[in-house]
């Protein structure tokens, strides 16, 4: 059976939501799409035990030097590592996400620190560079933003300026992950008038992604 893992990174706020709106019409048509594949999601932003805090480096700096761990920090691995295992088991990746301040927020940040694991997701080669360990997987962004940075209302390209896809995309070729793609909600702060317009054409691009991904 095919698992999804769903990344999601919004607080869930009580007012209406862009990116729940979005991620529903993507979600609804993969579940039509491939009704038996298994579905995992995860609210990063409402639970996200494992950060890159001060137990997560002693942990990454006594690994460099074969050190033991101690008590605390071997709870905090092994837990962490169902994590972990969770993203190498799963076939497909979704992160969903507004942008905020050009990235991605920050508690999907700390969910990718978290699964840049050596041995596990990565490692280094004898020549020092970086190999992914993940093999035959795909992945999809789905992003809303204020903003148009990918032309999708017409306006000029500003996918540079998308710090955040271009991240995920960056740690997921590290990985392994190359089939990547970014399906866009976007400009609907910049010009309200035409929101419903700009969202509708979004939710047909996000169902005919779901549809073939
Ligand atoms: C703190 C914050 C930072 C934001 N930064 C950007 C930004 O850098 N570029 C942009 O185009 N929109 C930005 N936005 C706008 C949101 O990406 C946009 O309104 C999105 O659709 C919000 O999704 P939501 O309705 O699901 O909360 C920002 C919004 C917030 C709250």
């Known amino acids: 059976m095919t698992k999804v893992l769903v990344i999601y990174a919004h607080p869930e706020t009580k007012t209406y939501s862009t990116t729940d709106k979005f991620y529903q019409q993507f979600i609804g048509a993969y579940r039509e799409e491939h009704p038996e594949d298994e579905i995992i999601e995860h609210n990063v932003s409402e639970y996200m035990p494992f950060p ?10 006594k690994a460099l030097v074969n050190q033991e761990l101690n008590p605390d920090e071997a709870r905090f691995q092994d837990a962490r590592q169902k994590w972990v295992d969770e993203f190498i088991d ?3 990746y979704v992160f969903v996400n507004p942008m905020y301040n050009l990235f991605i927020p920050s508690e999907m940040k700390s969910y990718l ?3 840049m694991q050596i041995p596990d997701t ?3 080669t004898k020549e020092g560079t970086m190999a992914g360990m993940l093999h035959d997987k795909k992945a999809i962004h789905l992003q809303t933003a204020g903003g148009d940075y990918h032309g999708s209302t017409g306006a ?5 300026l998308d710090l955040g896809h271009q991240y995920i995309g960056a740690i997921l070729h590290v990985m392994g992950v ?16 035409n929101a419903p317009e700009i969202m509708a054409d979004a939710f047909q691009r996000a169902e005919d992604a779901a549809r073939a991904f």
């Open 178 to 193: 190359d089939d990547f793609t970014g399906v866009y909600a976007e400009g609907m702060d910049h010009d309200p008038a």
């Open 156 to 160: 000029p390209d500003m996918s540079q």
């Open 90 to 92: 799963a076939d497909k």
């Open 122 to 124: 990565f490692h280094y």
């Open 52 to 61: 890159l805090n001060k137990i997560a480096v002693s942990i990454y700096n």
């Open 113 to 115: 620190d978290m699964i």
